[in-house]
Structures are given as C-alpha cells and as structure tokens.
C-alpha cells in the first residue's frame, strides 16, 4: 500500500489550527495564574492583618510603639503617612529594610539581631516562611527574598492608625475613610506605587470599606 504524504496545503490547516488553539490556551493559563497570585495575596494580608491584631490585643491596643515624636516597629521609626495625619505606613518609601524589621518582629521576635521595640514579651504571631533562616539578621539578603513578600516579590504595604480613632483613609481614594486600625495593600504585577493607571492592578485587603475575609 503506497504511503501518502500530507500536503503543504494540509500542513498549513493544521498549523494554523494549533496556532489558534494555542491563542485561546495560553491566556487562560495566564490568567488562571494571575488569579492564584492574586487570591495568595488576599490571603496573605489577612495573616498579616491578624498578626497585628494579635499583637494589638496583647499591647493595650498598640501595633506600634511611641518612642518619643516618632513610631517604631523592629529597629527602625515608622514613616508618618504622608496623606494621613493619625497613621504610619511601613514602606511608604520602599524600604525593604523597615519592613523585614516589623514582620521579624511578629514571626521572629526572639531573634538576636533584632532590637524588639513592641513585642517585649517575644510573642510568635506569625509563621515565617519556610526558607526564612533565623540564625541571620531579618535583613539579611537571603532572608529579605524570604520575609512575607508579596507574590510578585515585593513588600506589602501596611498603613497602623496611632491615635485611637480607628480610622484610615482609602490610599486609592483620599475621600474616603476605611474603618479599622490597619489595612494592608500589595502594588500588584508591576510592583509600581503610582498614581493612576499604575494603580490599577493595586490589590486591596478591603472593598467599598468591608474586609474580604
């Protein structure tokens, strides 16, 4: 029986017809990832959210400390917020360094390099990561890659309201006031803090003033 061979017309449908089934795929797939990304972010900022809380309970109400005019957690003052008079975010100026210090100070107090400023009683509220190495300073390069990073490897953001009333304004929304002591947001895929449409992929701990969890 002779053998038949396809032909270039032949080739060329079936080329063209994985070509098009490979561009319905391949974005599902991305976006199926994304979305696990996103929904470990939530997950992740609701641990995080519960540490502080955690913390504050045992405080008198406190997730950071007065030191003098300025607010500490870990070894270095807290920025004030500079769109919210009553509140302190951590890594409002993207220092890695600052937020290593709080988070160690909630999953790794009992650490050596670490000057505890708050959690004196060196209470665990928080699991680190399974590759965090507690023998190194919390900001030591392995374990910066190693600290609740966001998905995309970047810090989460964490605005604490200081002055008891419990609220904080919406950081996507200046007219906006959230209920809580804390909120917590990551910069999403690109990792940018701006304004606009780089903010558009900014992932919230809240919506419209309510918790996701």
């Known amino acids: 029986m002779k053998k038949r061979n396809f032909t270039?017309?032949?080739?060329?449908?079936?080329?063209?017809?994985?070509?098009?089934?490979?561009?319905?795929?391949?974005?599902?797939?991305?976006?199926?990832k994304q979305q696990g990304r996103i929904?470990?972010?939530?997950?992740?900022?609701?641990?995080?959210?519960?540490?502080?809380?955690?913390?504050?309970?045992?405080?008198?109400?406190?997730?950071?400390k007065k030191d003098g005019s300025d607010y500490k957690l870990g070894n270095h003052s807290l920025e004030k917020s500079s769109s919210?008079?009553?509140?302190?975010?951590?890594?409002?100026?993207?220092?890695?360094?600052?937020?290593?210090?709080?988070?160690?100070?909630l999953s790794d107090p009992s650490n050596t390099?670490?000057?505890?400023?708050?959690?004196?009683r060196k209470i665990k509220y928080l699991d680190p990561r399974?590759?965090?190495?507690?023998s190194k300073s919390p900001t030591n390069?392995?374990?910066?890659?190693?600290?609740?990073?966001?998905p995309?490897?970047?810090?989460?953001?964490?605005?604490?309201?200081?002055?008891g009333t419990e609220k904080i304004t919406d950081p996507?929304?200046?007219s906006k006031k959230l209920s809580g002591r804390i909120i917590l947001w990551s910069l999403g895929p690109d990792g940018d803090s701006g304004t606009n449409d780089k903010d558009k992929d900014n992932i919230p701990s809240w919506k419209d003033g309510n918790w996701f969890d």
């Open 8 to 32: 270039l017309v032949e080739l060329l449908v079936v080329i063209g017809i994985l070509a098009i089934l490979a561009s319905l795929i391949i974005p599902a797939v991305i976006g199926a």
């Open 39 to 64: 929904t470990q972010a939530r997950a992740d900022m609701s641990s995080l959210r519960t540490a502080f809380e955690g913390m504050a309970k045992d405080y008198n109400g406190r997730m950071v």
């Open 84 to 105: 919210d008079s009553g509140c302190v975010t951590i890594d409002e100026t993207s220092a890695t360094d600052r937020y290593c210090d709080a988070i160690a100070e």
């Open 113 to 120: 390099d670490l000057t505890v400023s708050l959690n004196k």
């Open 130 to 134: 399974p590759e965090y190495d507690p």
């Open 141 to 150: 390069d392995d374990n910066k890659a190693n600290t609740w990073l966001d």
């Open 152 to 163: 995309w490897g970047n810090p989460y953001r964490i605005r604490i309201n200081f002055d």
């Open 172 to 174: 996507s929304d200046a």
